[in-house]
């Protein structure tokens, strides 16, 4: 099975918005590696003719009466917001320079 | 014993008795629970946030409807612990992550609803391995939890506070959640009785999500009847989960009632091939077959029953459950609530940057850990490879099931495969840490209840072991009566619950 390269770890962390140390990577990688290598295992125990599960008790169509029921106010969805003005979110800029 | 210490030696069943018959107030047990928080969790750590004020508040509404004679449930006035993954309105709820430190949800979890309606007292709320990730409490961004038989040793995870707070007489029940055995294996280390109900038996409304398609709350207590009790009052559809079973409970209380007869005739009983043997300490293997040879002398008959793809679990549990993970994990982006980390040395830092840089900060490594190896097994190019052979493997593991409970009407296991290790033994080493879940990780991905029972200490190192009961989903009333069973068993020939075996956490008369 493909090792998992310092690289790699640094593109899929990436991918997953978190800023990793160099320290972090060095201790990741080979980490990693361990764990991937313990379920490779699973590649090939189950044919084509085996159905995925995704849920074990699967359940569909699960609907309810589209009925008017109180939800959170603004000032409550707001309270754990860490900046907040005029009832909405404050966010850091979403655009950049060129933009 | 007249001291205030006294009621907190007591199980909840008969608390609720006595909160009946007006020998004590909601108000007076509750203040021993928390004066025994005072004594004992500087040294366990069960708790991260204890809400004394709040607890002695609803007890005294409690002791007002119990004297108006309207309780509002057995339990109403039993005080409660709760773990800090469960959200709970006007209560600090971490997750045991920095990310979410200082978070005071707006809203209440069904679960905690349905305890606040039913009137028991929440004295605060319990320490958990990060985002629920963990065997042993160690990931905890605040500082471990410590097993109150052997402070030098974990209390199991992600639960490990649930289980400290109930094995230390801090509270005589706690909801606990378990995703991969994170309620059953720190019931089986630290002796106590941990339930996981059917997958949809209780609403995850208001659980933080680790990985939808396994998460479920349960009840973590010292008694299998105490269990019973809670999961009444818990378990139940619910319309805000969508993955909610609609259809009622069968009788738990009633099948604990049966159980604890100590009579097993007419019950099959599977002994699991695949889950014992080799990997599994010796104490452990002993303790449990003491347990089948009980059993089998209250009436069962026991039949070993093959499960062949549970040898593959672990890998599908460790592709599957990092995936939803890592996807459930992305809300936490510093914009709507939690922790918010600007980048050093970046003048005016775009959304995405804070993100990164919040996102570093807030989680620990096994959090990272799981979120990157969930982000590998999802792209694309290795999605067919891992994921999608995962869920195939799911599919045969809950067929192994299926087959199974053909031939026995419970399976039966030891919970976990050690007792409690010492502190920091495995922290960094993921690989053996995972290995703790190798007996309660099918029972997730098949969406079948389970039970931990105490059954005994292992001779090697006088640690608690425990055996683990599985049923067919929607059947969790047959945990309740094996597992009382087993328990009556037990108790006969230790001349009392194993609990009394634990060593005391302070001199004697010292919290009072």
Not at chain 2, 272 to 291: D, K, M, P
Not at chain 2, 363 to 371: A, C, M, S, T, Y
Not at chain 2, 469 to 484: F, K, N, S
Request: proline share 6%.
């Amino acid at each position: 099975m493909p090792e998992i390269t310092r690289d790699e770890v640094a593109h899929l962390a990436d991918l997953a918005r978190i800023d990793l140390s160099d320290a972090e990577l060095d201790h990741l990688a080979p980490q990693l590696n361990v764990i991937l290598e313990s379920v490779a295992s699973i590649r090939g125990v189950a044919g084509d003719d085996v159905p995925p599960t995704s849920h074990a008790i699967p359940l569909t169509n699960v609907f309810r009466d589209d009925v008017v029921v109180p939800g959170l106010t603004a000032e409550q969805a707001l309270s754990g917001a860490p900046a907040h003005e005029q009832q909405r979110f404050a966010v850091p800029r979403i655009l950049g320079d060129e933009q | 014993m007249t001291s205030t210490q006294d009621w907190t030696r007591r199980t909840a069943a008969e608390l609720a008795d006595a909160l009946a018959a007006g020998e004590v107030t909601s108000v007076e047990l509750t203040q021993a629970h928390l004066d025994r928080i005072d004594a004992v969790d500087g040294a366990v750590h069960a708790f991260l946030h204890v809400d004394a004020e709040g607890a002695l508040a609803k007890a005294g509404d409690a002791d007002e409807r119990r004297r108006a004679g309207t309780p509002r449930s057995t339990l109403d006035g039993v005080p409660i612990a709760v773990k800090d993954v469960l959200a709970t309105r006007g209560l600090p709820t971490t997750c045991g992550s920095k990310i979410l430190e200082g978070w005071v949800p707006p809203y209440d979890a069904t679960v905690v609803a349905r305890l606040r309606a039913a009137g028991l007292p929440i004295l605060g709320k319990t320490n958990m391995d990060e985002f629920a990730m963990g065997s042993s409490t160690e990931h905890s961004a605040y500082g471990p939890t410590h097993n109150p038989w052997d402070l030098t040793r974990i209390p199991g995870g992600s639960g490990g506070g649930s289980a400290a707070a109930v094995t230390a007489f801090e509270a005589p029940l706690a909801i606990g959640t378990d995703t991969g055995g994170s309620i059953r294996q720190p019931a089986a280390v630290t002796g106590t009785i941990g339930v996981k109900p059917t997958y949809g038996g209780v609403s995850r409304y208001g659980l933080v999500a680790l990985a939808n398609s396994l998460d479920q709350a349960g009840p973590v207590t010292r008694t299998v009847l105490d269990a019973a009790l809670l999961h009444e009052v818990i378990g139940g559809h619910d319309p805000l989960d969508s993955t909610s079973v609609d259809k009622p409970l069968p009788g738990l209380v009633e099948a604990a009632r049966l159980g604890a007869t100590g009579d097993l005739t007419g019950v099959t009983i599977g002994v699991v091939t695949e889950l014992g043997g080799e990997g599994y300490q010796s104490g452990v293997l002993a303790r449990f077959q003491e347990s089948v040879d009980l059993m089998v002398a209250a009436g069962a008959e026991v039949v070993e029953v093959s499960c062949p793809h549970f040898v593959h679990a672990l890998a599908a549990y460790y592709l599957i459950l990092p995936a939803e993970a890592s996807s459930n994990l992305a809300k936490f982006d510093a914009m709507r609530y939690g922790l918010r980390v600007l980048p050093d040395g970046v003048e005016s830092p775009s959304a995405e940057e804070v993100m990164r840089a919040t996102r570093d900060a807030g989680f620990g490594d096994e959090v990272k850990r799981r979120i990157i190896l969930g982000t590998y097994a999802l792209s694309s190019g290795y999605y067919d490879a891992y994921y999608g052979q995962a869920q195939k493997v799911r599919t045969l593991i809950t067929r192994d099931f299926e087959a199974a409970f053909a031939k026995a009407d419970v399976l039966v296991s030891p919970t976990a495969p050690t007792t409690a290790f010492k502190l920091g033994e495995k922290l960094d080493d993921p690989l053996a840490m995972y290995l703790n879940d190798l007996a309660t990780i099918p029972a997730n991905l098949a969406g079948v209840p389970g039970i931990s029972v105490p059954s005994g200490l292992a001779v090697e190192d006088g640690l608690p072991t425990g055996v683990q009961i599985l049923a067919p989903a929607l059947a969790d009333d047959r945990v309740y009566r094996v597992g009382a069973a087993l328990e009556a068993l037990l108790a006969r020939e230790w001349g009392g619950p194993l609990m009394d075996q634990a060593p005391p956490l302070v001199e004697e008369g010292e919290s009072a």
